[in-house]
T-cell receptor, first 112, second 109 residues
Framework: ETGVTQSPTHLIKTRGQQVTLRCSSQ?????VSWYQQALGQGPQFIFQ???????GRGNFPPRFSGLQFPNYSSELNVNALELDDSALYLC???????????FGPGTRLLVL | GIQVEQSPPDLILQEGANSTLRCNFS?????LQWFHQNPWGQLINLFY???GTKQNGRLSATTVATERYSLLYISSSQTTDSGVYFC???????????FGPGTRLSVLP
């Protein structure tokens, strides 16, 4: 059984660019949640996908968007990058929407 | 929305010491998780504990949902316990877990 994987591990972008981050959920899990963790803070919920539909969203602007595929892997897209988007982006999968979450290693995004 | 507080914010221990970390939350919750984030950023599940007490080796956790708090106990601490400990309750009205600010633990040899 493979765990949650994320790609890429690190990424450097410039302000105004667009970025796509990827997450493969753990085998048997149909729910994926995305979090943003700024330096020195706890993770903040961006949104959750359950069976390919958005199933809840945190306080993030529309330029943060997502997708879940039939194999339950997921993408996080961020348009018009801002300096404050620099953070660790974490993906978590769970067997259902209100179950224990298992986190991937994260993608470190730096916006210059 | 729900407010989550964790105490203490920082803790330094000698190897072998015991500690208690506290998580207070402002609203009724369906569930609560405790995580350990290692120095490389990986979040590791410790407990899924909406109520009651659970134990896993040197770690145990207790959640008293009616009084809106949870405790994480670490006994005989080891240097590998160092990192940040987060609690994340899920409010009754929400679809997501809300993370607290964390407790940063340093265990010295």
């Amino acid at each position: 059984e493979t765990g949650v994987t994320q790609s890429p591990t690190h990424l450097i972008k410039t302000r105004g660019q667009q970025v796509t981050l990827r997450c493969s959920s753990q085998s048997g899990h149909n729910t994926v949640s995305w979090y943003q963790q700024a330096l020195g803070q706890g993770p903040q919920f961006i949104f959750q996908y359950y069976r390919e539909e958005e199933n809840g969203r945190g306080n993030f602007p529309p330029r943060f968007s997502g997708l879940q595929f039939p194999n339950y892997s997921s993408e996080l897209n961020v348009n018009a990058l801002e300096l404050d988007d620099s953070a660790l982006y974490l993906c978590a999968s769970s067997p259902a929407s209100k179950e224990t979450q298992y986190f991937g290693p994260g993608t470190r995004l730096l916006v210059l | 929305g729900i407010q989550v507080e964790q105490s203490p914010p920082d803790l330094i221990l000698q190897e072998g010491a015991n500690s208690t970390l506290r998580c207070n939350f402002s609203d009724s919750v369906n569930n609560l998780q405790w995580f350990h984030q290692n120095p490389w950023g990986q979040l590791i599940n410790l407990f899924y504990i909406p109520s009651g007490t659970k134990q896993n080796g040197r770690l145990s956790a207790t959640t008293v949902a009616t009084e809106r708090y949870s405790l994480l106990y670490i006994s005989s601490s080891q240097t590998t316990d160092s990192g940040v400990y987060f609690c994340a309750p899920e409010p009754n009205y929400g679809q997501n877990f809300v993370f607290g600010p964390g407790t940063r633990l340093s265990v010295l040899p």
